[in-house]
Structure formats: structure tokens, C-alpha cells
């Protein structure tokens, strides 16, 4: 892989809590347990063991993502201020909370990197 652009965007994804019960066992499969973090730019979101977040959950964060990406505030789809929102996973089991830092590097489709 070669990373050749500058983000503008940085991702960081907590698991705040469980739906059901106090544990992972026997609900989520990919083991995630309170405190565990994630973090990303445009690529999927790993631990800092370097696991990634649980591909179903991924589904779900993406569109948010991409919403931030185009100059969405997440306020208009639920999000608690502009660049923070909770998330359920599909499964209804784990909890997360999906924060984004403005790292100040152009828009990929506006800035002018190119020129």
C-alpha cells in the first residue's frame, strides 16, 4: 500500500457499552468489550493491537462517515454535536460511539492537491 493523500478527516470509534447483559460471550463475535477503541482516516477502523472493527458495524459506520466526508454536520442524522455520534451495532448488542478530529488537509474532491 502507498498512501498518497492527506485525509481530512480522522476517525475514533469507542465501545461505550451492551444492550444485553454485561459481556460479549454468546452476542458479538468479534469480542468487544467496554473501553475498546478504534481508530481510522479513510481506511477500516483497527485496535491498537491492530484488529479490525466488526465487519457488520462497518456497514453501519460508513455511510456516517462519508456523511462527515461530504460536509455533513451529524446533528441532521442523529449525532449528539457536529462531529460526534452513538451507534448500535446490527446485531443489537454492542454500543459505540464514532468521533471525528478535522485534521485541516484538503477535501479529496475540492482541494487542490492536484494542481
Request: net charge negative.
Amino acid at each position: 500500500m502507498k498512501k498518497w493523500y492527506e485525509e481530512e478527516y480522522e476517525f475514533n470509534i469507542e465501545v461505550t457499552g451492551f444492550l444485553r447483559g454485561n459481556q460479549t460471550e454468546r452476542y458479538c463475535r468479534n469480542g468487544e468489550e467496554i473501553g475498546d477503541t478504534y481508530s481510522c482516516t479513510y481506511g477500516c477502523p483497527v485496535n491498537q493491537d491492530g484488529y479490525g472493527i466488526c465487519s457488520k458495524m462497518m456497514m453501519i459506520m460508513f455511510p456516517t462517515m462519508e456523511a462527515v466526508r461530504s460536509g455533513g454536520n451529524l446533528i441532521n442524522i442523529g449525532g449528539q454535536d457536529e462531529f460526534s455520534k452513538d451507534l448500535v451495532c446490527p446485531d443489537g448488542c454492542v454500543m459505540f460511539k464514532l468521533t471525528v478530529k478535522k485534521l485541516g488537509n484538503e477535501n479529496f474532491y475540492t482541494g487542490d492537491f492536484f494542481d
